[in-house]
């Protein structure tokens, strides 16, 4: 399987990974804020718990310390974490990298550390977390697959299921859902859409 698989929801509990894992989700990232390390470090190595001998593959989002001490696979770091990240380290434990990025001088930044993606946001206005920045928009999309290459591109923010042929089609390799699963009145049968749509041939 790619990665990250076409499908990328990202959620903030320990709840939720174990049924999206349940459910045979590919990539799962989980994203907790404010926690402390130890705090941190508990959440993920349950959760890497809950997905070892699964399909599933868990991104750990910004505790980049816990990831390289428990031997996680994946990290993802906003612009923030990866100012205050040792990159090097990362790379040594032989943790994949995907970087977030708003603008083109955080695409510049995100590049230069070679990441294993990159993520573009938000694509449509999202309620889920205050932003400082406006709404790309689809086509910025494939802008900035120009701009990377084979370099796989996640977009994210705001989008829904009725989206994601326009913005598959648009250049992104993955499209990275929050509400759209965990707010949803039917997450599971939300998520077995999202499946069945990025299972197809791109």
């Known amino acids: 399987m790619p990665y990250p698989d076409r499908f990328y929801p990202v959620v903030d509990t320990l709840d939720w990974v174990k049924r999206l894992t349940a459910l045979g989700v590919g990539t799962v990232q989980l994203r907790a804020k404010d926690l402390d390390d130890a705090a941190a470090t508990t959440l993920f190595r349950d959760a890497l718990a809950v997905t070892q001998g699964t399909s599933t593959k868990l991104v750990v989002n910004d505790y980049w310390r816990v990831a390289i001490e428990l031997k996680a696979q994946h990290l993802h770091l906003g612009q923030e974490d990866l100012a205050k990240a040792d990159v090097a380290a990362i790379k040594k434990a032989g943790i994949t990298l995907g970087l977030s990025t708003h603008d083109e001088e955080e695409l510049e930044t995100a590049l230069r550390a070679e990441p294993d993606y990159v993520a573009l946001g938000p694509i449509f206005f999202t309620t889920l977390k205050s932003m400082r920045f406006a709404p790309q928009g689809i086509p910025k999309i494939g802008v900035w697959k120009k701009r990377i290459g084979d370099l796989p591109l996640v977009a994210i923010g705001g989008i829904k299921f009725e989206h994601a042929e326009e913005i598959y089609a648009a250049g992104a390799d993955s499209i990275a859902v929050v509400s759209d699963v965990t707010q949803h009145a039917d997450p ?15």
């Not at 599971?188 to 791109?202: E, K």
């Open 188 to 202: 599971d049968a939300r998520v077995r859409q999202w499946l069945g749509l990025s299972s197809q041939p791109a």
